[in-house]
């Protein structure tokens, strides 16, 4: 089955620290990844994709994300984080069904707590 | 560009009262569609998507509906909300293998 896992519920950094929130996935083929970030109470917003070529792959707000095919990973960094990074993050992929239009599967969200 | 707008922002209805939730893109053209829901927690469930007018997929049996009366418009339905129904819905689209933009979402209490 497709998948996607953001193994920690919560990550907490401090100001100025670089931060990482984890995620991998389990597919068939290639995956096309993405990073969202959603602040309280709003929609999802895109923050970088991976679909093919370098495997570090930079998006909106400073970040940047390492796809690694080996260990199916495709980790979200920052090197050095803000108060205003905090919010929830989901990890997703997009899986295809026979050569149609696939769907987006999230992950569960993990919480960044940036703290001054 | 584009840009999608979903409405009302926050709605509280009473159980079993009726549902409709609305979507409408503007800026592109036949793109794919999305209903999600979020319970509270965090995780996103996909509800529905549609690749065109009038196709619609259903991912979980549920008291919801959805239709896509035109190319850009998706709108969420149902007959009887139940209080199980409460939830922060989500619209977004997307073209062909790209990545999906999202609505401001919509705050649903049953009450």
């Known amino acids: 089955a497709q998948s996607v896992a953001q193994p920690e519920d919560q990550v907490n950094v401090a100001e100025g620290n670089p931060l990482t929130v984890k995620c991998t996935y389990s597919?068939?083929?290639?995956?096309?990844l993405f990073w969202y970030v959603q602040y309280p109470n709003r929609g999802l917003q895109f923050l970088l994709k991976y679909i093919t070529g370098d495997n570090l792959v930079k998006g909106s707000y400073g970040f940047e994300a390492e796809f690694n095919k080996s260990q199916t990973s495709f980790h979200l960094k920052k090197p050095s984080a803000l108060v205003s990074d905090s919010a929830l993050y989901f990890c997703a992929v997009r899986v295809f069904y026979g050569g149609s239009q696939g769907n987006l599967i999230f992950g569960k969200g993990t919480k960044l707590s940036v703290k001054p | 560009s584009q840009t999608i707008h979903q409405w009302p922002a926050t709605l509280v209805q009473p159980v079993g009262s009726p549902l409709s939730l609305e979507c409408t893109v503007e800026g592109t053209s036949n793109p794919n569609l999305y209903w999600y829901r979020q319970a509270a927690g965090r995780g996103l469930q996909l509800l529905f998507y549609?690749?065109?007018?009038?196709?619609i997929s259903s991912e979980v049996p549920q008291n919801l509906s959805a239709s896509r009366p035109q190319d850009r418009q998706f709108i969420l339905s149902s007959k009887k909300l139940l209080l199980s129904d409460s939830g922060f819905y989500l619209c977004a689209w997307s073209l062909l293998g790209t990545e999906a933009f999202f609505g401001q979402g919509t705050r649903l209490t049953v009450v």
């Open positions: 549609s690749v065109g007018i009038g196709q």
């Open positions: 597919v068939s083929g290639n995956p096309y």
